[in-house]
């Protein structure tokens, strides 16, 4: 019996099929296209993050990109938004959400809120976002360096960090945007004391 015919490997052929075919963001219900697999690589182990510079957590609290960068390994899991599994937009929202950054659930409405920034322009921590299966922002991912960002793609099926200079992402790219936690916390208070007046 070959590894390919054991009932395992009928399984993990099964789980991978169904992670390709299943792929999308939140709440679009397309598949994208295919994004492009770094190396060849295709692990589904959590890799250890790298002592990376500007990521030491501060008062004994990851910062919002230690975090991030502490989640890449993890599955894609279309409609995820927990460490069991996680698409584009869920991941943003986790991730922001551990530093009291509430996000919006699916692309769209992340698009929506923050400061708009020019590729040129941006800083560890703004979202950045992409057209892949359609016009207008269908993927999301946060920036990390200079000219990387971390996101949960769904072809290779693990977070992982990329290259916004590479031929498929700076095609794609439609603009980034800031998140200032006041904005949001602002929002919020807004909406809760129009509830508390009804």
Known sequence: MTPSTTPLGWIACASLAASVLSAACASSGAVPRPFPTPDGRTTTTPAT??????????GGQPTLIG????????????GGSDPS?????????????????????DVHNQFEIGEKIKLKDVRLGDLVFFHTIATGASHVGIVVDE?????????????????????????????????????????RAASRGSRAAD
């Not at 975090?67 to 279309?78: D, M, V």
């Not at 095609?171 to 200032?180: C, S, T, W, Y």
């Open 67 to 78: 975090t991030a960068l502490s989640l890449r390994g993890i599955a894609y899991k279309n």
């Open 49 to 58: 993050p790298a002592a990376e510079p500007g990521l030491a957590p501060l």
């Open 85 to 105: 599994g996680f698409d584009c937009s869920g991941f943003t929202q986790y991730v922001f959400a551990q530093h009291g950054i509430a996000l919006p659930r």
């Open 147 to 187: 000219d990387e960002f971390v996101h949960a793609p769904s072809t290779a099926g693990v977070v992982r960090v990329e290259h916004l200079s590479s031929a498929y992402w700076s095609k794609r790219f439609i603009a980034a945007r800031r998140v200032a936690p006041q904005e949001l916390a602002d929002a």
